[in-house]
């Protein structure tokens, strides 16, 4: 008995084998009582056509490295021709008659063509990622573990600007981080950093500050993360020239005028060209007031007739009235009525005054003093105000701050004659020592300067 006789009666069937072509592979079918069935080729050896019984078909290889049988695919005949098919069947069984495993070989393969695909991936990511992306990917990784005051500083530091105001006709300034969250990942260097920060300094130091040291601990995660290290430069926000460009911190103790230093702090922003500034500017230092309290204030907002100003401050929803002193009100008088503003504007487009720090930094230079901010001059009224005894809730109503102790929130309300005594005492006495002499007698108020 032949052995294909033997094997027939023993119940097994010799696998079927022919020469592969593209009709006898289509004319190849699964029955229905299996799940797959397999064509050898009898020109390559280990090559088949698989199909399942869904009808399905692909060249498959299967070989042995030492006991061990295995099978692995090749490819559907949709994608591969029979000559490929062949080709690559003798390749996997030169690496077998080697001891080397097909599949290991395969797997390799795929793994550096994914690890090219990532590279393109990135090299894509890289050309076209902005900054915005990973920065709120970053707000919102961190939002749980900082403050809020942390995170709405994140927040307002990087908008877009020129939303409506909730209180008045103004608009929300621009964010001093948006311009860098507009820019490709890629294009962040210590050079453009530094442009950035020499511009917005300009105009906003406090604010450029603090934007470079969010940007750089934001930067520096960047480095960290497995998606983005390979993008950024962590070195570029430790640039020394782009450092020495960061305005430092102002001090609260520095951040004041001394009694000593009005006299020249009078002459240079008295000596600005612009009236409306240098109004503004007197104004923040004889009333205390925040700067945007000040450049919101309306003609509609002061009363000449009882000599009281109306501001709009942070603390109450309704704002506060504070005493018009003759000398702030001789001023505010004699500014040009152009439109609803009292620190109007013809250039501006909200029509009011918006950012007179330039104006002052030139006061301060001319007057040979240091720096000090809008906000500095708020410091100053209260730090002055203890030359005239002023009551420390007198300074506190005026300035717009919260009440401290029990009394002074649910008690005592002073009314506007009371705080029109002690702040008519500080503006006398910063007008004396400012060398301004100033009368108001009878209703007419006459300016002189002491020579």
């Not at 240098?278 to 450049?295: K, P």
């Amino acid at each position: 008995m032949s052995q294909k006789e033997s094997k027939q009666q023993g119940g097994k069937k010799e696998p079927e084998r022919t020469y592969l072509t593209s009709g006898r592979i289509k004319k190849f079918s699964c029955p229905p009582d299996k799940t797959q069935v397999f064509l050898w080729d009898t020109d390559t050896s280990g090559l088949a056509v698989r199909c399942t019984v869904k009808g399905g078909k692909a060249y498959i290889f299967q070989s042995k490295i030492g006991t061990k049988a295995f099978r692995m695919t090749i490819g559907s005949i949709k994608d591969w021709t029979i000559g490929d098919a062949r080709e690559e069947a003798r390749r996997f069984q030169h690496l077998v008659d080697r001891g080397i495993d097909p599949r290991h070989e395969k797997r390799a393969n795929v793994e550096r063509q994914n690890k090219k695909d990532q590279e393109r991936k990135a090299a894509k990511l890289r050309d076209q990622l902005i900054v915005e992306t990973p920065w709120f990917e970053y707000l919102e990784h961190h939002q749980k573990r900082w403050s809020d005051r942390h995170y709405r500083d994140h927040v307002n530091l990087s908008k877009k600007g020129g939303e409506p105001m909730k209180r008045g006709n103004r608009k929300t300034v621009q964010g001093v981080l948006y311009p860098l969250l507009q820019m490709r990942m890629v294009d962040i260097s210590a050079a453009a950093l530094k442009s950035w920060q020499v511009k917005e300094a300009e105009e906003r130091a406090n604010n450029a500050r603090q934007g470079y040291e969010l940007f750089r601990a934001f930067w520096r995660w960047c480095a960290s993360h497995p998606d983005y290290q390979g993008i950024v430069d962590a070195s570029v926000v430790e640039n020394r020239d782009l450092r020495a460009e960061v305005p430092k911190r102002a001090t609260k103790r520095f951040d004041v005028l001394e009694r000593g230093q009005l006299k020249a702090w009078f002459n240079g922003v008295t000596a600005l060209s612009n009236p409306v500034i240098s109004t503004y500017l007197q104004a923040l230092l004889l009333t205390g007031a925040r700067r945007n309290e000040m450049t919101g204030l309306k003609w509609a907002d002061v009363d000449f007739q009882w000599n009281a100003v109306w501001l709009k401050d942070k603390v109450h929803e309704e704002g506060r009235k504070v005493p018009l002193t003759p000398y702030l009100a001789l001023l505010i008088n004699s500014l040009p009525r152009r439109n609803q503003w009292v620190f109007s504007s013809p250039t501006a487009e909200s029509g009011r005054m918006t950012e007179p720090t330039r104006a002052h930094k030139r006061a301060l230079s001319s007057a040979g003093l240091d720096v000090v901010t809008l906000h500095g001059l708020r410091r100053t009224f209260a730090s002055l105000a203890e030359w005239v005894e002023m009551p420390r809730g007198v300074v506190a109503q005026i300035m717009g701050h919260a009440p401290n102790a029990t009394a002074e929130r649910h008690y005592i309300n002073r009314p506007l004659d009371l705080l029109a005594i002690w702040h008519n005492k500080y503006e006398a006495w910063i007008l004396e020592q400012a060398g301004i002499e100033f009368e108001a007698q009878s209703g007419v108020e006459r300016l002189r300067v002491i020579q």
